[in-house]
């Protein structure tokens, strides 16, 4: 379980959290590339999270690595 520290009427108190979901987001240069490569390995793709510039790779039950084009990667970071 991971602690993390809150600010509350000027007093730090512990707030226990636990991440429901994991998403980590990689940029790539050639989706179609990258998803035949991950999907010869073995992995499942979530249909939901997938599209022209993503393709959500389903590493675990609650832990994805979304698969994003460089350009619209990028937009993220603006």
Known sequence: M??????TNNRLERNNTTAKQIFMNLPVKDLKKTTAFFSKLGFAFNPQFTNGNAACVVIGKNIFAMLLVEKFFSSFTK
Do not use: F, N
Not at 2 to 7: A, G, Y
């Open 2 to 7: 991971h602690k993390r520290l809150i600010r």
